[in-house]
């Protein structure tokens, strides 16, 4: 894995979004987490289609801290299967990953 990853999570409330992103900063557990929506989502659950509105939290994070915020994501969430996807951030300026290495030091 690589050392940096960008974790994405989405949820039905702005204000959930809100919560889910600015609890992982508190912890330490992502330096910064971005939100945008509403976007659309169509996807099938118990069988059926599904069409819902809902916001994207993007976490910048270390892969030292992913198992932590997956976790947290877990914890914190109120869906029964949470959107939890860690892509590897493969280059950044040194100055940006030096800061998010500290925001995520525990």
């Given at each position: 894995?690589a050392d940096y ?12 979004a809100e919560t889910l992103a ?85």
């Open positions: 894995m990853l960008a974790v994405l999570t989405t949820t039905d409330a702005k204000e959930k600015a609890s992982a900063v508190e912890k330490r557990l992502a330096a910064c987490a971005q939100i945008d929506g509403p976007v659309t989502s169509v996807y099938r659950w118990e069988g059926k289609i599904e069409t819902d509105a809902e916001w994207r939290v993007l976490y910048k994070t270390t892969a030292a801290r992913f198992d932590e915020l997956s976790t947290h994501i877990k914890a914190v969430h109120d869906y029964d299967t949470p959107e939890i996807i860690a892509t590897p951030i493969t280059g950044g300026s040194d100055e940006y990953l030096a800061w998010l290495d500290a925001e995520t030091s525990s």
